[in-house]
């Protein structure tokens, strides 16, 4: 269940790194509250995922999500490059996500 959570939360980084760059500056009250509640949410499933996963595994893996699926939105949706280097460093942080979750 932990790696689940970890997983979710890992996801909702996403979501939050995406309303904050949407709240221009928290001028934007939608985005604003969006980012406010799925920070939290994060923050509490990633606590609740390191009472059974080491804080090292742990937090790369959710990071490693984070960041991954916030650039994957970005060039998906959002306009940014989608260059072949950029692709190939977001599977080399995905090889690295999945080998922590392996060699657990």
Request: proline share 4%.
């Amino acid at each position: 269940m932990a790696w689940i959570v970890l997983v979710i939360s890992g996801l909702l980084e996403t979501a939050w790194a995406i309303a904050l760059d949407r709240s221009a500056g928290f001028s934007r009250l939608v985005p604003s509250v969006v980012f406010a509640v799925t920070l939290v949410l994060s923050m509490a499933g990633l606590a609740y995922a390191l009472r059974d996963i080491p804080v090292g595994t742990g937090y790369a893996v959710w990071v490693g999500i984070g960041a991954v699926g916030t650039a994957l939105v970005g060039m998906l949706a959002l306009n940014e490059p989608a260059s072949l280097p950029r692709i190939v460093s977001l599977l080399l942080v995905v090889a690295g996500v999945v080998g922590l979750k392996v060699f657990h």
